[in-house]
């Protein structure tokens, strides 16, 4: 479990460095989910003209 407490008596530094953990954590559930869509949308097409269809 988190300690919470452990956080605020780090300092701004610990604080800073969690925000971009946080941030590239959002970031790559965004890219995932985004380029599962264009997957879904062009994927089929991707492949059919790969395979000369």
Partial sequence: ?????????M???SID???LIGAV??????L???YGAVEEIFG???VKRLRGE
């Fill in 1 to 9: 479990m988190v300690d919470l407490a452990a956080f605020a008596s």
């Fill in 11 to 13: 300092g701004a530094d």
């Fill in 17 to 19: 460095a969690a925000m």
């Fill in 25 to 30: 954590l959002l970031e790559a559930a965004i």
């Fill in 32 to 34: 995932y989910v985004g």
């Fill in 44 to 46: 089929q097409r991707v």
